[in-house]
């Protein structure tokens, strides 16, 4: 065996093996989120979360692989990889094509699944399988090529997203806002002088055993974008992610301890997450000291973007605005400011930080990148959904709403207190 063949045999097996920990994410958000929402609304939660995965994976393997790093038409679109054929020599890796797509595959389920918070407990199921298609096969694999497709005309302005705080989070974090806003609140959530009230989680260990195994899985999601496993920066970027999630997570603490008097659980629990959202893009480009305030401002500005929410009458049950869009932007600006010379040694000094010589370039092109894609991802999420409403209807009835999306359109409860085996028959009488 040659030095070549081992090479690519290392760099294939650790592109797989960090898709796997990305994709174990789905099982973190299946948690954090049946844990966050009510009993009557877990078994949505998780068919949500194999909607994601199923339909996320066949739609971006039929159409979205192609459009996202397809052969380039003009800075806009792929045109070739549909299926994973045609011409796809542009795409210059140490491991195949299907490895490539499998990586590419866990990402896309991350960004339908932060749209899948901030619907819960109110859309209806038909309809959400119809966006995740249009997400998963239109809306995030165009605005992916903008930033990460060979020719993206982003990428070309020299838009540094390392692994996604804006392609991934500030355009799911968007589109969820404008699904959170399109889709109105949940039943008794506001007053009608508009009025927050208190929806208590059903599960809150279930929640933070969802938020460790995001955590464990982050470290796929930002070291496995090196694509090799012998880059030396996989080091620095665990090192960077780690830091910047303990910094989000501790702000969290001590700042709903001054702001409520008490260590407030679920902002704890989505601070940490604040923090790896926000680290994201420039996590192997910024120092240590960056990647902690990075994860500190994040967790700080989450709390208060939640708590505006609330006060404009938005229903975000999980938060996945306030952490992912708002983290997601934090981050991908944090790099204008931050991003080392030497750690972006041999890409030219128009990628240094602000703070490090590299003058309001990288910063503007940030901006602009960042402001496009969150755009995008508003007004393509609303547009689909305005659409999809011409067909069926994107909300259930209050009935099926007040009984709980598990029952009322799934027909079974997450929990069953009855032991005993249920006669079929009298199921279907309804006796």
């Not at 899948?116 to 119809?130: D, M, P, Q």
């Not at 040694?345 to 590299?358: A, M, P, S, T």
């Amino acid at each position: 065996m040659d030095t070549a063949t081992l090479s690519m045999g290392l760099d294939t097996i650790w592109v797989v093996l960090t898709a796997a920990m990305i994709l174990l994410m789905e099982g973190g958000f299946a948690l954090l989120e049946a844990g966050f929402v009510r009993q009557k609304n877990a078994v949505s939660i998780i068919m949500k979360v194999f909607v994601d995965i199923a339909f996320g994976a066949l739609i971006f393997y039929f159409i979205g692989f192609g459009f996202m790093y397809g052969k380039d038409a003009g800075g806009l679109i792929g045109t070739t990889g549909f299926l994973l054929n045609g011409d796809l020599s542009h795409i210059k890796l140490n491991i195949s094509h299907e490895t490539y797509w499998l990586f590419q595959c866990a990402f896309v389920i991350a960004v339908i699944s932060i749209v899948s918070g901030a619907v819960a407990e109110r859309i209806h199921f038909k309809a959400y399988i119809l966006y995740a298609i249009a997400m998963t096969g239109i809306i995030y694999p165009i605005a992916g090529h903008w930033v990460w497709g060979v020719d993206g005309w982003l990428g070309k302005l020299g838009m540094i997203d390392f692994a996604g705080s804006a392609v991934i989070h500030a355009l799911g974090g968007f589109a969820a806002l404008a699904a959170a806003i399109f889709i109105g609140p949940r039943i008794g959530k506001f007053t009608a002088d508009g009025k927050s009230n208190i929806v208590p989680p059903s599960n809150l260990p279930l929640a933070s055993v969802g938020a460790f195994i995001l955590w464990f899985g982050w470290f796929g999601f930002n070291s496995g974008s090196t694509l090799s496993a012998t880059n030396g920066a996989i080091g620095h970027i665990a090192i960077t992610t780690m830091l910047s999630a303990a910094a989000g997570g501790a702000t969290c603490i001590l700042f709903t301890m001054f702001r409520y008097k008490k260590a407030d659980p679920p902002m704890v629990i989505n601070g940490s997450l604040a923090g790896l959202v926000g680290i994201t893009a420039g996590c192997s480009f910024v120092s240590d000291g960056a990647a902690m305030l990075i994860g500190v401002v994040c967790g700080i500005a989450m709390v208060l973007v939640t708590e505006f929410l609330e006060g404009k009458g938005i229903d975000d049950p999980v938060g996945a605005f306030a952490v992912h869009g708002v983290s997601g932007s934090l981050g991908t600006l944090a790099v204008g400011l931050f991003a080392m010379p030497e750690l972006t040694k041999g890409i030219g000094q128009e990628y240094y930080g602000l703070f490090y010589g590299g003058g309001w370039n990288l910063l503007g092109v940030q901006a602009l990148g960042l402001v496009i894609v969150s755009v995008w991802g508003f007004v393509l999420t609303w547009a689909a959904f305005f659409l999809i409403k011409k067909i069926m209807p994107v909300r259930v009835s209050k009935d099926e709403e007040l009984i709980g999306l598990d029952v009322g359109i799934h027909g079974v409860p997450a929990y069953n207190q009855d032991h005993d085996f249920l006669d079929l028959e009298q199921l279907k009488s309804g006796k």
